[in-house]
């Protein structure tokens, strides 16, 4: 039971992983909820099955099976699988929150990258890329998107458009009617009046 809940302690590195998302969430206790927990302590791997939802501060994890194993090292992995497998986590400073889901969702804690796997779809405000693989480093907030290479196989054998696709949003202007006008004094003229 001690090495249960030591791994299980050692979750947060799942959540605490980007550097763009809020600070405060790496301070905040892991919470998970699933249907199913299979622990195997030899291997260090823990099995979360059934709606399984984890979360620490604003980052929320849903999938259907959470997959986490640690290394030699220390380092934690994950793969999440789902129908699809999503994530959201608020970014620091801004009013703004990332979105990813695909069909699998893995983690790499040694690298802290993100790979998202079939179906992926990353939303950052009100932009938005989808391909079928895209990977993420939140530390940069630097992503990639591809299409599988030769494009998935539908049933009757045919290749599904496989294209990637971004919506980027124009950046508002400020309306300068709405901007404060700043008042300064009047000019000070020196010198001698004659």
């Known amino acids: ?3 249960l809940l030591c791994f299980l302690c050692l979750l947060p590195a799942l959540a605490a992983g980007p550097a763009h998302a809020e600070r405060a969430d790496r301070d905040k206790p892991v919470n998970v909820e699933s249907d199913r927990l299979n622990v195997d302590d030899a291997k260090q791997v823990a099995v979360f099955e059934g709606k399984v939802v984890l979360t620490q501060g604003s980052f929320v994890l849903k999938s259907n099976k959470l997959t986490m194993r640690k290394d030699a090292d220390g380092f934690q992995y994950a793969s999440a699988q789902g129908a699809p497998a999503t994530f959201r986590e608020k ?10 889901e695909a069909l699998r969702v893995e983690y790499d804690g040694k690298r802290e990258f993100i790979e998202l796997f079939d ?5 950052r405000g009100k932009d938005e890329v989808r391909g079928n693989y895209i990977t993420y ?4 907030d630097y992503y990639t998107v591809q299409n599988s290479k030769g494009g998935p196989i539908t049933g009757s054998n045919k290749p599904v458009d496989n294209r990637v696709r971004a919506t980027i949003q124009p950046k508002k202007k400020e309306d300068p009617a709405k901007t404060p ?3 300064r004094p009047a000019p000070r003229i020196e010198g001698t009046v004659k």
Do not use: Q, S, T, Y
């Open 119 to 123: 179906n992926a779809r990353l939303k």
């Open 1 to 3: 039971m001690k090495k």
């Open 181 to 183: 006008v700043e008042l």
């Open 91 to 100: 970014r620091e400073g801004v009013d703004e929150w990332i979105d990813g």
């Open 137 to 140: 480093d939140p530390r940069a």
